[in-house]
């Protein structure tokens, strides 16, 4: 947590922040479901406040650049990316959690974006199919899209890249079941899942590594 | 979505503080109630943000009892070796939320308590799904995905992927509320409304689920679901065993059908046919046959009932570990 977004009035004090699961579940004997954890914790009336539903400053990492921006607490990560930072390649498709169009990381956990209201992930750290990498330094997994012809209108491509980077960061080499699971939360409606299971296929895709 | 105001408490306390007031709802992971929010269906005028409030989340397992946070994600839960270790029927309940994403952000606690799938719901028509004049739209409407074991007017199905099993196993959920923390079965969380105005499930404003615990040592567990494509969807049937004792023999027999009716739908009777009993085809059989001897489907959703025979049968034989 940054001091910016500590001084917005907005500050996250998060317990657990994603990632950090398998190393605190050990360590958690204290506080789980007994309410130490929170007793422990300070009490103060800044962090029970209630914001909105008018703007409000928030600060989050996106593609590894600081944004400052104030929004309504209605506002999704998804349409904050698309219309306030101009960060367009997560797509709003169904916009109900259930397409992948708008899969983002967050602190390195695929999500859809639609389902997140951007307030949520303030003081965390989003990458886009953008940050992976650009039209001339290309992700592998980028790159390897195009090799395989892995996409026919394109609208789905962006959460799907972003899928199957994540996708590949916990599997380096998926089997076929893997790829199924890793990938089911993703929908193409062209039908190009031929070339993506290429891309995945480890060796077949030309050496792809994870995000 | 319409306007709606925000807090971000950080302890348990505040949290139910802020949850007491009228127009108050908890945010989890979001994956339901945003949906709920943008089509209408449900309206607030504050959301109260979980993810930041200490010691909700997290894992343990302690000489054979799992605490999980309620802020714990799916995914954190499918990786906890340990949990799925003790307990492999979780994998099956967990996988069966077929993305990623979904089981990145949705939380034990968004599992127990998301709001049911019935689309006369989800459409804006209300949990009960009633005409002006008080006929069910459900009943003489399309219900092929309903309750097989309709409540009264109430004929909407619980969607929880962990609740059957966490009922099969005799689970608590911790609460805490205005006047403390209690304990209660995980069944005593659901309800089957009938008025206009109830919920389906039984927490008070200012009411907020912690977590569950569950004793997962020396039982033996199965979930089956089952599904109409293997894609991401909501299973149409889902059973979820628990056998004590160890070998064919099962002390005593826990049985709960999920997608089946309002609530985690316990069949006592075809689990206690079965405690005492030697798991053969034939006391299995006899048990899935009595998991729906009282079903009483609808126009659209006979077809449920096989289901459930089956899954019951198949989830029986996975706990057993035999063929069936």
């Known amino acids: 947590?940054?001091?910016?977004?500590?001084?917005?009035?907005?500050?996250?004090?998060?317990?657990?922040?994603?990632?950090?699961?398998?190393?605190?579940?050990?360590?958690?004997?204290?506080?789980?479901?007994?309410?130490?954890?929170?007793?422990?914790?300070?009490?103060?009336?800044?962090?029970?406040?209630?914001?909105?539903?008018?703007?409000?400053?928030?600060?989050?990492?996106?593609?590894?650049?600081?944004?400052?921006?104030?929004?309504?607490?209605?506002?999704?990560?998804?349409?904050?990316?698309?219309?306030?930072?101009?960060?367009?390649?997560?797509?709003?498709?169904?916009?109900?959690g259930t397409c992948g169009a708008c899969t983002v990381l967050e602190d390195g956990r695929p999500i859809y974006a639609c389902s997140r209201l951007m307030i949520e992930s303030a003081g965390r750290s989003i990458t886009t199919v953008e940050g992976l990498g650009s039209p001339g330094a290309m992700h592998d997994v980028q790159q390897a899209f195009v090799d395989h012809d892995a996409q026919q209108c394109g609208y789905c491509t962006p959460g799907f890249v972003v899928a199957t980077a994540a996708l590949l960061a916990r599997h380096p080499a998926?089997?076929?079941?893997?790829?199924?699971?890793?990938?089911?939360?993703?929908?193409?409606?062209?039908?190009?899942y031929k070339g993506i299971r290429a891309v995945v296929a480890g060796g077949k895709g030309g050496g792809v590594s994870g995000g | 979505m319409r306007p709606f105001g925000y807090a971000a408490p950080a302890t348990v306390e505040q949290a139910v503080g802020l949850l007491a007031a009228e127009g108050s709802e908890a945010l989890a992971g979001g994956t339901d109630l945003l949906s709920l929010l943008k089509?209408?269906?449900?309206?607030?005028?504050?959301?109260?943000?979980?993810?930041?409030?200490?010691?909700?989340?997290?894992?343990?397992?302690?000489?054979?009892?799992?605490?999980?946070?309620?802020?714990?994600?799916?995914?954190?839960?499918?990786?906890h070796d340990g949990a799925i270790a003790a307990l492999p029927a979780l994998a099956v309940a967990i996988d069966g939320v077929a993305s990623p994403q979904l089981r990145e952000m949705g939380t034990i606690g968004g599992d127990l308590l998301q709001r049911p799938r019935c689309w006369y719901y989800r459409r804006g028509f209300g949990l009960l799904a009633l005409t002006a004049d008080g006929r069910s739209m459900v009943a003489e409407g399309d219900n092929r995905y309903h309750a097989i074991f309709p409540a009264g007017q109430a004929r909407f199905v619980n969607p929880?992927?962990?609740?059957?099993?966490?009922?099969?196993?005799?689970?608590?959920?911790?609460?805490?509320?205005?006047?403390g923390e209690r304990r209660l079965p995980v069944e005593a969380l659901y309800q089957a409304p009938q008025t206009a105005g109830e919920r389906e499930n039984t927490l008070a404003a200012g009411d907020l689920l912690v977590g569950v615990e569950a004793n997962v040592a020396g039982s033996r567990s199965a979930v089956y679901?089952?599904?109409?494509?293997?894609?991401?969807?909501?299973?149409?049937?889902?059973?979820?065993?628990?056998?004590?004792?160890?070998?064919?023999?099962?002390?005593?027999?826990?049985?709960?059908?999920?997608?089946?009716?309002?609530?985690?739908?316990?069949?006592?009777?075809?689990?206690?046919?079965?405690?005492?009993?030697?798991?053969?085809?034939?006391?299995?059989?006899?048990?899935?046959?009595?998991?729906?001897?009282?079903?009483?489907?609808?126009?659209?959703?006979?077809?449920?009932?096989?289901?459930?025979?089956?899954?019951?049968?198949?989830?029986?034989?996975?706990?057993?570990?035999?063929?069936?």
């Open chain 2, 160 to 179: 929880s992927s962990l609740a059957p099993l966490l009922v099969a196993l005799g689970a608590e959920a911790v609460v805490h509320g205005p006047a």
């Open chain 1, 174 to 192: 998926p089997s076929e079941p893997e790829i199924e699971a890793g990938l089911g939360g993703n929908f193409c409606r062209c039908g190009t």
């Open chain 2, 39 to 79: 089509d209408d269906v449900e309206r607030v005028d504050r959301l109260v943000a979980l993810r930041g409030v200490a010691g909700l989340s997290g894992i343990e397992l302690d000489d054979g009892m799992l605490r999980i946070g309620a802020m714990t994600t799916l995914q954190e839960l499918r990786d």
């Open chain 2, 225 to 324: 679901e089952v599904r109409q494509r293997r894609s991401l969807d909501w299973p149409l049937m889902a059973a979820a065993v628990t056998l004590a004792g160890s070998g064919p023999r099962a002390e005593k027999a826990r049985i709960v059908l999920g997608h089946a009716a309002p609530v985690p739908h316990v069949a006592a009777a075809a689990g206690d046919l079965l405690s005492g009993q030697e798991l053969t085809s034939e006391t299995v059989a006899a048990a899935a046959n009595a998991a729906v001897e009282d079903a009483r489907p609808m126009s659209g959703n006979r077809y449920k009932v096989q289901l459930a025979r089956t899954a019951v049968r198949r989830a029986l034989g996975q706990a057993a570990g035999m063929e069936i």
């Open chain 1, 1 to 96: 947590m940054t001091d910016d977004a500590k001084r917005s009035g907005f500050s996250r004090r998060s317990f657990l922040r994603g990632g950090a699961a398998g190393a605190l579940s050990g360590g958690l004997a204290t506080g789980l479901l007994t309410g130490e954890a929170g007793a422990a914790a300070a009490t103060d009336a800044e962090a029970a406040e209630t914001v909105g539903p008018g703007p409000v400053e928030i600060e989050l990492e996106v593609n590894g650049a600081t944004h400052r921006l104030t929004v309504e607490p209605r506002v999704t990560l998804l349409d904050g990316l698309r219309d306030r930072l101009d960060v367009t390649g997560p797509k709003r498709v169904c916009d109900r």
